[in-house]
Every structure is written in structure tokens, then in C-alpha cells.
């Protein structure tokens, strides 16, 4: 073994007993010494975060309460590899505000002290979506959804308000050919339902970052193009809009060679971007070959963010297979993230350290 190989295992143990460390005030137990050593052998930067921060990026996971609560190795890795968390459901509208203006924060606060406790900067997602919105919404009458819809931003933000840095205040707003989603707050309140959720959010949290999320306008197309009119035209009339939200749910082998272009348009309005939910499915049976296609293209979009100084980061969307929405979704894929189902690295996990200079 060479002595990088020997420094790289000291380097990962320790970085392991750090994740042990690091969820003991969560009044958790831990199994770090049972963590598998499979992942042992690699060279260079022990970690995706401090790979990450050598390039000035975040990486994050989206984290979801259920296995952050059950099981000791997704805390050690999602503690351990990441320095950015999302999380996956529990600031979702149906979970913070299941009846009208009775707040519940109980696992989204779960997921803010995770990562307290590991040093981690949370993105909140998100507080304006046509999904995952419990039915009460739908029945509002129009004269009160834009109140009731600053209210929810207001209560939400305020209620995180120091610790989630960054909102994602409107998500996917738009249809494939870029005209309007025809949203309960699209059809209610208007065109306008945007700003007003933007100014909302700027009110509740001066200093919390607020973004608009969207998927399939990772690169050049009709919906990217009206998301970028919109976001020109919001800045425009001084709507306070800080950054875009690219959540890049690809397929193996189909990442959009325009991506950087795309994400260099939106910096050079003056916004930053992310790419806030990142996986890359494979058509299954998975096999060597499609790994590595897949990790190459976690590699270009590593690639395509460090190439455009105001892209900050790359949130995958979960880390290990055994918890991705992707199998439930789209029939026939799976093995879209960077660790398998029994917490292995994948190729994928090293194309991302990689690419990050680890
Ligand atoms: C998904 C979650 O991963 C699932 O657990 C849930 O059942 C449905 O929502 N775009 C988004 C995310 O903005 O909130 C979605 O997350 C995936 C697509």
C-alpha cells in the first residue's frame, strides 16, 4: 500500500470518528466502527465537501428524516460528504402547513439540527409549488390565495429564518413550452403570483437567498428561455430574485451540452444558480457500462458549475440508492445516485470527487 493509499484510510477513519462525533448531540446512536471500509480506496481528498470547498462550491444531499432517524451509516456518509442538505419532503407546504394556519415543523426542524450538528448550510424547499400542496389550498377562495400564500411564505421563513441560507421560493412554475403551469396561484392570483411570492419572501428573511426551481431547463430550450425572460424581467422591476435553481433529473447519457451555456445566461443577469437536485437515472438492469456512463455525466455537470464563477454547488437529489424517489417514479430506472443500495461508492462518487480536485 502506498503511503498516499495509507494517509487516504487515516484520513477517512478519522473523518468517519468525525461523523460519529457529530451526531452525538443529536442524542443518537451510533454505529460508526461498523461503517463498511469498501470505500477505503481511493486516492487524494478524503471527502466530497472538502473537495468541494477547495474549489469555493458546496455538494449537498437532500436528506430525508425517515433514514437520518434509523440508520447510523446514512448519518455518518450524509454528515461526513456533504456540506449542504435539502430537505427531500419535510419543508414541502403539505408537511408545514397541513391545515390552514396550523404550522408543523417538527421533521423539517429535524433536518436544520442534523445539520447544525454537521456544519451544514440548509437549502429550504420550497414554499410555492402546485405539488405535494395539501387539498385545503385548492378550495381558498380567489380573493384570499395571495394572503394566504404570504402567510405561509412568511410563517415558514421566519420560522427558519437564520438557519436555512437559501428558498427555493417558487417551484416549477412553468410548462415544457414555456408558457405558465396552470397553478391554483397561476389561475387565482395571476401572473403576478411570482412577485408577490419574492417580495413575501424577501420580508420574511432579509438575509436568506431566494430562488426559483425548475427542472428540464438545464439547458437551452423553450422552458429555459422563459425562465430566463422571466428572471430579466423580475430584475428588471427590482423584484428581489437572487438566484436559479436547476434540479437536473437526468437519464444516463442524455446530460444537455448546452448546460454550462445555460447556466452562464442566467449568471450574467446577475444571479446566482445551482443545481439543486441532481440524479441520473439508469435504465436497469445496471451494469459496468451504464455506471460509468453515468459517471461521466455527474462529472459534467461538476464540470459545467466550476466552469461559471456564480454556479455554488451541486445537490444531489438523496445520496444512496436505497433511498431515491426515482424507482417509484419512472418505471424500469433506478440507480440514479452515487452510492448503491448497501452505501458503496459508486463510479459516480468518484467522478464527483474528482471533478472537484479531490
Ligand atoms: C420528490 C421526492 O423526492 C419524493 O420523495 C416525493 O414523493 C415527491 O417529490 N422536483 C422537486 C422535488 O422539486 O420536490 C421532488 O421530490 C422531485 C421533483
Known amino acids: 500500500m502506498s503511503t498516499t493509499r495509507s494517509l487516504t484510510r487515516l484520513t477517512r477513519a478519522l473523518a468517519t470518528l468525525a461523523g460519529a462525533a457529530l451526531?452525538?448531540?443529536?442524542?443518537?446512536?451510533?454505529?460508526?466502527?461498523?461503517?463498511?471500509?469498501?470505500?477505503?480506496?481511493?486516492?487524494?481528498?478524503?471527502?466530497?465537501?472538502?473537495?468541494?470547498?477547495?474549489?469555493?462550491?458546496?455538494?449537498?444531499?437532500?436528506?430525508?428524516?425517515?433514514?437520518?432517524?434509523?440508520?447510523?451509516?446514512?448519518?455518518?456518509?450524509?454528515?461526513?460528504?456533504?456540506?449542504?442538505?435539502?430537505?427531500?419532503?419535510?419543508?414541502?407546504?403539505?408537511?408545514?402547513?397541513?391545515?390552514?394556519?396550523?404550522?408543523?415543523?417538527?421533521?423539517?426542524?429535524?433536518?436544520?439540527?442534523?445539520?447544525?450538528?454537521?456544519?451544514?448550510?440548509?437549502?429550504?424547499?420550497?414554499?410555492?409549488?402546485?405539488?405535494?400542496?395539501?387539498?385545503?389550498?385548492?378550495?381558498?377562495?380567489?380573493?384570499?390565495?395571495?394572503?394566504?400564500?404570504?402567510?405561509?411564505?412568511?410563517?415558514?421563513?421566519?420560522?427558519?429564518?437564520?438557519?436555512?441560507?437559501?428558498?427555493?421560493?417558487?417551484?416549477?412554475?412553468?410548462?415544457?413550452?414555456?408558457?405558465?403551469?396552470?397553478?391554483?396561484?397561476?389561475?387565482?392570483?395571476?401572473?403576478?403570483?411570482?412577485?408577490?411570492?419574492?417580495?413575501?419572501?424577501?420580508?420574511?428573511?432579509p438575509n436568506a437567498k431566494l430562488y426559483i426551481n425548475d427542472y428540464n431547463v438545464e439547458g437551452v430550450n423553450a422552458k429555459s428561455n422563459a425562465m430566463y425572460n422571466l428572471v430579466r424581467d423580475l430584475r428588471a422591476q427590482g423584484v428581489p430574485i437572487d438566484g436559479v435553481g436547476l434540479q437536473a433529473h437526468f437519464i444516463a447519457g442524455q446530460v444537455p451540452s448546452s448546460l454550462q451555456q445555460n447556466i452562464q445566461r442566467f449568471a450574467d443577469l446577475g444571479v446566482d444558480v445551482r443545481i439543486t437536485e441532481l440524479d441520473v437515472r439508469i435504465q436497469l438492469p445496471a451494469d459496468s457500462g451504464k455506471l460509468n456512463t453515468q459517471a461521466n455525466d455527474y462529472r459534467k455537470v461538476v464540470q459545467a458549475c466550476l466552469a461559471v464563477s456564480r454556479c455554488r454547488g451541486v445537490t444531489i437529489w438523496g445520496f444512496t440508492d436505497k433511498h431515491s424517489w426515482v424507482p417509484g417514479v419512472f418505471p424500469g430506472y433506478g440507480a440514479a445516485l452515487i452510492y448503491d443500495a448497501n452505501y458503496q461508492p459508486k463510479p459516480a462518487y468518484n467522478a464527483v470527487l474528482s471533478s472537484f480536485g479531490g
Do not use: C
Not at 460508526?32 to 470505500?39: S, T
Not at 412553468?174 to 419574492?198: K, L, M, P, T, W
Open 23 to 205: 451526531i452525538v448531540p443529536l442524542g443518537l446512536v451510533s454505529t460508526a466502527g461498523a461503517e463498511p471500509a469498501a470505500d477505503s480506496d481511493r486516492a487524494a481528498a478524503a471527502t466530497l465537501r472538502e473537495a468541494a470547498a477547495t474549489k469555493g462550491r458546496f455538494v449537498g444531499a437532500a436528506l430525508y428524516q425517515g433514514a437520518l432517524n434509523n440508520e447510523a451509516s446514512y448519518r455518518t456518509i450524509a454528515g461526513r460528504e456533504f456540506s449542504s442538505v435539502t430537505a427531500e419532503n419535510e419543508m414541502k407546504w403539505d408537511a408545514t402547513e397541513p391545515n390552514r394556519g396550523q404550522f408543523s415543523y417538527g421533521r423539517g426542524d429535524a433536518i436544520v439540527n442534523f445539520a447544525a450538528s454537521a456544519g451544514q448550510q440548509v437549502h429550504g424547499h420550497t414554499l410555492v409549488w402546485h405539488s405535494q400542496l395539501p387539498s385545503w389550498v385548492n378550495g381558498v377562495p380567489a380573493g384570499e390565495l395571495r394572503s394566504v400564500m404570504n402567510n405561509h411564505i412568511t410563517n415558514v421563513m421566519q420560522h427558519y429564518r437564520g438557519k436555512v441560507q437559501t428558498w427555493d421560493v417558487v417551484n416549477e412554475a412553468f410548462n415544457e413550452d414555456g408558457s405558465r403551469r396552470q397553478s391554483v396561484f397561476q389561475q387565482r392570483i395571476g401572473n403576478g403570483y411570482i412577485a408577490d411570492a419574492f417580495r413575501a419572501a424577501r420580508a420574511a428573511d
